[in-house]
């Protein structure tokens, strides 16, 4: 039988790049930054533009699909993943890297059928590589297929993971604290790129061992959890659970002993859930 969503992928993948191409045209020019809830969340006029333009262009042709973009939302649509094919979409991942021209940056796509995820699509638009996945169909990079390193040491390991003072300081004690005890576990290191979804694919492409986060958003993990997931690599909540796209927080990592590891080093916070009222 005929791939059901593979029309959607292959559009998905030519939006991306136009996404992509725009934002390149615009870190060119002078960029306007405007803040969202803090000092340290920013958005962009291109950050609005390029959501517009790659929902217009999928309604077009799937004018009965829902959507959750990140700047949609911000703009006070909801957020709530229903069984309906849902198109969640990051049109920057890595704003600030962004208007810093910090050369990680990137758009990510998620496709949801019945809240699974049908594909996945990360274009990381200044170094030109673009991660595809299809769900049992296994993840590319810019078409060459990528699999997780498989290391199962923690020592060995490289890690990522984002810091960033969000607001609440007990947040941000407990973040550090997480980092001390995991660099003394020790492992050869922590890295923090600047945006999940490529975080997520240097997991799926071997070049990090794993990738851990509370506090981030659906759009931010849609499409990398697809990659990495395809890639061979385990995904699961920050407890040990099984990942929940709504719950703001994730492991990834190229092996379940290290996942697990994690899990038991890392200390919680309540980030609250993306489909909260
Ligand atoms: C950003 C992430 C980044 C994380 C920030 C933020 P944005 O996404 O990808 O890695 O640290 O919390 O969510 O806002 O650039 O789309």
Same mark, same amino acid.
């Given at each position: #039988?005929?791939?059901?969503?593979?029309?959607? #992928?292959?559009?998905?993948?030519?939006?991306?790049?136009?996404?992509?191409? *725009?934002?390149?045209?615009?870190?060119?020019?002078?960029?306007?930054?405007?803040?969202?809830?803090?000092?340290?969340?920013?958005?962009?006029?291109?950050?609005?533009?390029?959501?517009?333009?790659?929902?217009?262009?999928? $309604?077009?042709?799937?004018?009965?699909?829902?959507?959750?973009?990140?700047?949609?939302?911000?703009? &006070?649509?909801?957020?709530?993943? +229903?069984?309906?094919?849902?198109?969640?979409?990051?049109?920057?991942?890595? +704003?600030? %890297?962004?208007?810093? %021209?910090?050369?990680?940056?990137?758009?990510?796509?998620?496709?949801?059928?019945?809240?699974?995820?049908?594909? &996945?699509?990360?274009?990381?638009?200044?170094?030109?590589? *673009?991660?595809?996945?299809?769900?049992?169909?296994?993840?590319?990079?810019? &078409?060459?297929?990528? $699999?997780?390193?498989?290391?199962?040491?923690? %020592?060995?390991?490289?890690?990522?993971?984002?810091?960033?003072?969000?607001?609440?300081?007990?947040?941000?004690?407990? *973040?550090?604290? %997480?980092?001390? +005890?995991?660099?003394?576990?020790?492992?050869?290191?922590?890295?923090?790129? &600047?945006?999940?979804?490529?975080? =997520?694919?240097?997991?799926?492409?071997?070049?990090?061992?794993?990738?851990?986060? #509370?506090?981030?958003?659906?759009?931010? =993990?849609?499409?990398?959890?697809?990659?990495? +997931?395809?890639?061979?690599?385990?995904? #699961?909540?920050?407890?040990?659970?099984?990942?929940?796209?709504?719950?703001?927080?994730?492991?990834?990592?190229?092996?379940?002993?290290?996942? /697990?590891?994690?899990?038991?080093?890392?200390? /919680?916070?309540?980030?609250?859930?993306?489909?909260?009222?």
């Amino acid at each position: #039988m005929a791939d059901p969503w593979q029309e959607c #992928m292959d559009l998905c993948v030519e939006v991306t790049r136009r996404a992509g191409e *725009m934002i390149r045209e615009a870190l060119q020019k002078d960029i306007d930054v405007m803040q969202k809830s803090s000092p340290v969340d920013l958005v962009t006029e291109t950050d609005q533009k390029v959501e517009q333009l790659i929902i217009s262009s999928i $309604k077009e042709k799937y004018p009965t699909h829902s959507f959750i973009g990140e700047e949609s939302v911000s703009a &006070g649509a909801p957020s709530i993943l +229903t069984d309906s094919p849902t198109w969640i979409i990051d049109p920057i991942d890595g +704003t600030t %890297n962004f208007v810093h %021209n910090f050369p990680f940056v990137s758009v990510s796509i998620g496709f949801t059928v019945k809240k699974e995820i049908q594909f &996945g699509i990360v274009y990381s638009c200044i170094e030109d590589k *673009m991660y595809t996945a299809r769900k049992g169909k296994g993840a590319f990079c810019n &078409g060459i297929p990528i $699999k997780v390193s498989g290391q199962e040491d923690i %020592n060995q390991s490289l890690l990522l993971t984002e810091v960033g003072f969000k607001s609440d300081p007990e947040q941000f004690k407990i *973040m550090l604290a %997480n980092i001390k +005890t995991i660099l003394t576990i020790p492992v050869h290191g922590i890295r923090s790129p &600047g945006s999940a979804a490529i975080n =997520m694919c240097l997991v799926a492409c071997g070049s990090a061992d794993a990738y851990y986060h #509370m506090g981030i958003h659906c759009w931010d =993990m849609a499409g990398g959890a697809a990659v990495v +997931t395809e890639a061979g690599g385990v995904i #699961m909540d920050i407890s040990g659970g099984p990942f929940d796209l709504m719950s703001r927080r994730l492991i990834v990592a190229s092996s379940r002993a290290i996942a /697990e590891r994690l899990v038991k080093e890392i200390i /919680e916070f309540d980030v609250g859930r993306d489909d909260a009222d």
